[in-house]
T-cell receptor, first 109, second 114 residues
């Protein structure tokens, strides 16, 4: 059983379009992180959300933490080919960081 | 952000040999480090929690005698894959947790067992 359900797992869109990736769970997390991973490299931290209802923006990326701290979303505006990669949500529970399945995003020029 | 290194980045070994992978936090101290395994096109699977000065805590289904973890200092954890077999081939990634409880990941180690 996956503790964190991430969707969609694969997404291929055209440059300039918007997209949203979801991360859902029935568990409450003390914090949730979003990472981006390139092939053959380790994940790179994008953002950490801690407070229920929190919204953080990182240029064209908007991250939201659900009020109940069970879910989160990542919205990308006007996607660019450089956004291509594997996006991972990770939730901290019992002081361990566990990951969803990941979303493999491809932005086509 | 904080920097975590791993060594080696790639290793190829023969079946039956043991391989040691090092994980270092370069600019901060980490009492807790974590080891993950990642299969091709899959997400990261937590293998174990490495605690400085004490025994590692393994996730269900991970053999502690197969994957030996040592966390001898606040900046170094090692993972030794003992008697490696082809099914142990994978991408192994470590992370280190800083004083704010944020985890930073190493660049990973690609292990290929022939």
């Amino acid at each position: 059983t996956q503790l964190l359900e991430q969707s969609p797992q694969f997404l291929s869109i055209q440059e300039g379009e918007n997209l949203t990736v979801y991360c859902n769970s029935s568990s409450v997390f003390s914090s949730l992180q979003w990472y981006r991973q390139e092939p053959g490299e380790g994940p790179v931290l994008l953002v950490t959300v801690v407070t229920g209802g929190e919204v953080k923006k990182l240029k064209r990326l908007t991250f939201q933490f659900g009020d109940a701290r069970k879910d989160s979303s990542l919205h990308i505006t006007a996607a660019q080919p450089g956004d291509t990669g594997l996006y991972l949500c990770g939730g901290t529970i019992a002081q361990k960081l566990v990951f969803g399945q990941g979303t493999r995003l491809t932005i086509n020029p | 952000g904080a920097v975590v290194s791993q060594h080696p980045s790639r290793v190829i070994c023969k079946s039956g040999t043991s391989v040691k992978i090092e994980c270092r936090s370069l600019d901060f101290q980490a009492t807790t480090m974590f080891w993950y395994r990642q299969f091709p096109k899959k997400s990261l699977m937590l293998m174990a929690t490495s605690n400085e000065g004490s025994k590692a805590t393994y996730e269900q289904g991970v053999e502690k005698d197969k994957f030996l973890i040592n966390h001898a200092s606040l900046t170094l954890s090692t993972l030794t894959v003992t008697s490696a077999h082809p099914e142990d081939s994978s991408f192994y990634i470590c992370s280190a947790r800083d004083h704010r409880s944020i985890q930073f990941f190493g660049p990973g180690t690609r292990l290929t067992v022939l």
